[in-house]
């Protein structure tokens, strides 16, 4: 039995739920089951794609981010890349039954990995002239014969020129998608799966005009309706490649990630050097990063790292180089930061929402340098900026760059096979569960390790004509279905 997945990166639930015009989810809705999906801590791309495709959570990868700590000291940063995780996947477990997989844009996907079939590059790829980006390598020609030069994500999507970049992701979508449908076409093959990552980039440069309630929402604008337009171009895609998926096979539609609006940042060095935590030396004339301040480390207590959410590690003597904090006042002094992150007021005065998890809090176990705090900020409104220089720990959305869109921490999943019954709305359903499910639907065998669960053991199927489309009233939709071998 052939499984498919299809990553939507940042979709948005109340788009894919609500927009009455995306036909093709709505159609597999109706003949499968769908919600949200719940994401990981941190719900990043990396490492979320690949919880979702072992079923371990970011503490048993030991990746908690895009960088982390590569060894105790304070600023000896390591950037995941496809080596990094080794866990066992999806595809591995195909690859011991003799079948085949493709695997497109999924991150970390570079240097391209080494599968039972092929592989090419994700958004992570440095450049596809840097050298090779798919496997095997002689992969990448074949492509570039079908689309030309083939992009792993579109260059300067922060860019101010919206039109311009508009086109381009459009263009880098629409090659990725023939791309796919090629390669399933031509190939055998028994799992597949694509990260589109257009849909993360038109959001981070367009989400304000979608959004009401942003500040910088222009209605009636020449953009306002770039995101939903951009949402039935991939509804339009995914309808084409469906057809070439097989009747029996297994149809995953999923979003590891929402998205909300972008409000600005939180700068966590920044605040913990005002408060004491982050002790320097001086202070830098212009912002700088941890590893170019002057940070007199026997008396820092606590330091951080950026990015959707802050990483935030504690100083402590034995542990760290020149660590100031004994390990027996350890729990004490992570819980009095925790409950002073918490505390934190916005510039208005009110409570601005901060949530500081305990790794043990969040992880079956926490293995690699794992942060001592994770660290989210007005339920992910703020990203967390790691600088010190500002003057105040609140920055503007404008100070962050031009980006309007932050990911929200539940995405999207809709599951449908001709081999399965409707299930229609199913809650509680999270990242760590996809991979048990889809394997145990294929007859393949568990992943070790997985935290989570066949999402669909238990349930009872609902009537067949439940969801947001009434089939019976659109014969359109019950005739693709049909000819897709999803309904008789």
Known sequence: MKILVIGLEGAAPEIVFQDERLTTLRSLMDVGCYGLLEGVIPPSPVPSWMCLATGQDPGLLGVYGLRNRADRSYTNLASVDSRTIQAPAMWDRVAEANGRSILIGVPPGYPPRPIEGLSVGCPLTPGNDLGPYTHPPELAAR????????????????????????????????????????????????????????????????????????????????????????????????????????????????????????????????????????????????????????????????????????????????????????????????????????????????????????????????????????????????????????????????????????PAPDGVFILASSQLPAFGEIEGVRVLDVAPTLLELAGLPPLPDAVGRNFLEGREPTDPAAGPTDLDDDELLRDRLRGLGYIG
């Open 143 to 406: 492509i570039e014969a079908i689309v030309g030069p083939y992009p792993t994500d579109v260059a300067d999507y922060r860019t101010a020129d919206r039109a311009a970049l508009r086109d381009r992701i459009l263009d880098m979508s629409r090659k990725q998608f023939e791309t796919l449908r090629r390669l399933m076409a031509e190939e055998t093959w028994d799992y597949a799966q694509f990260v589109e990552v257009g849909l993360d980039r038109i959001q981070h440069a367009y989400w304000r005009h979608l959004d009401p309630d942003d500040p910088r929402h222009e209605p009636d604008g020449p953009h306002a309706d770039v995101v939903r337009d951009y949402y039935l171009q991939l509804d339009g895609e995914i309808a084409k490649t469906l057809e070439l998926a097989g009747d029996d096979a297994i149809v995953l539609i999923a979003s590891v990630h929402g998205a909300r609006r972008c409000e600005g940042g939180f700068a966590i060095n920044e605040w913990l050097a005002r408060e004491g935590f982050l002790k320097l030396k001086s202070r830098p004339e212009h912002v700088a990063t941890v590893a170019r301040l002057d940070v007199d480390w026997p008396a820092a207590t606590a330091w951080a790292e950026g990015g959707y959410s802050a990483r935030v590690y504690l100083n402590v003597k034995g542990r760290e180089p020149e660590g100031m904090i004994d390990p027996a006042d350890y729990e004490a002094a992570r819980d009095d930061l925790k409950a002073r992150l918490e505390a934190v007021a916005g510039p208005d005065g009110e409570p601005l929402g901060v949530r500081a998890i305990k790794p043990e809090d969040a992880y079956r176990e926490a293995r690699g340098v794992a942060p001592d705090l994770i660290v989210d900020f007005g339920a992910m409104a703020l990203r967390a900026i790691g600088g010190v220089g500002y003057p105040s720990p609140f920055l503007g959305a404008d100070e962050v760059g031009p980006d309007d869109c932050n």
